[in-house]
């Protein structure tokens, strides 16, 4: 695993810039493109200017999945992909089949069971063992917690499901998310860390302090990116 944190004043530019260098690597690589988006308010500034960026992008060869998912509605103001389709979707025009959206509406576990169960017929169809992704962007809690493995909670541990459902007690709610062995599968894993965030809790994972759940993740065949904006 190759490690790099990047420290910077335009945090939303110098994000969208480096997502669409992937895009561009990938596409004339393997001609496909596959993205996982991570969730909550960080990405939303960066998803906008990533789809201003990439107008000549050919979504078709696109594929989004999502790193977690809250158990709502898409069109649930908490929804992942309500935050996706708003800055990303609609108004760069990504084609539906380009997207594959965890179903927070149904059974958690059925939910999951069938995302994780999509993931691996493509990655059947690639002749892979395990789904690869080009991109895994991740963001990070003020806990430590990333996609929607929390401190403590049973998600965390799983090193065979790919993508589970997780009861998070302190939210009183289930969440989807994939699992350790699905993000530390990708190429490329970015972290988006904006200037608001602790910055003691973040050198603290930095450090590799696993009582956080950001500090697990080691893609051991890919690059682990930090972009860390400048402090508010
Ligand atoms: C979610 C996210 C989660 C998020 C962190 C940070 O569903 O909430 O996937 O892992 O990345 O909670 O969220 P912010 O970037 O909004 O602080």
Redesign the pocket.
């Known amino acids: 695993m190759n490690r790099e944190v990047i420290r910077t004043g335009d945090f939303v530019s110098d994000a969208a810039k480096l997502i669409l260098q992937e895009a561009r690597a990938a596409l004339a690589e393997r001609g496909e493109f596959r993205i996982a988006l ?6 939303r500034a960066i998803y906008a200017e990533f789809g201003r960026l990439a107008r000549d992008l050919p979504w078709e060869k696109v594929r989004f999945t999502f ?2 998912e ?1 158990c709502v509605p898409p069109a649930d103001e908490q929804s ?1 992909y309500r935050m996706a389709r708003e800055s990303l979707f609609e108004p760069s025009a990504v084609p539906e089949r380009s997207i594959l959206r965890m179903r927070g509406e149904i059974d958690p576990q059925l939910a999951a069971q069938e995302y994780e169960d999509e993931l691996n017929l493509l990655a059947t169809q690639h002749g892979e063992t395990i789904y690869r992704h080009d991109l895994m962007l ?4 003020e806990d430590g ?4 493995l929390f401190p403590g909670t049973l998600a965390l541990d799983e090193q065979v499901r790919r993508v589970v459902s997780n009861f998070v007690p302190k939210l009183k709610s289930w969440r989807l998310t994939m699992t350790l062995p699905l993000l530390d599968q990708s190429r490329h894993v970015l972290f988006l860390i ?1 200037g608001a965030k602790n910055r003691e809790l973040l050198e603290r994972v930095l450090a590799g302090d696993t009582a956080f759940p950001a500090a697990h993740v080691a893609p051991a065949n890919g690059q682990l990116t930090w972009m860390i904006g400048a402090s508010a």
């Open positions: 991570s969730g909550g308010e960080t990405p790193g977690d809250r992942n991740l963001g990070m809690g917690h990333t996609a929607s904006s």
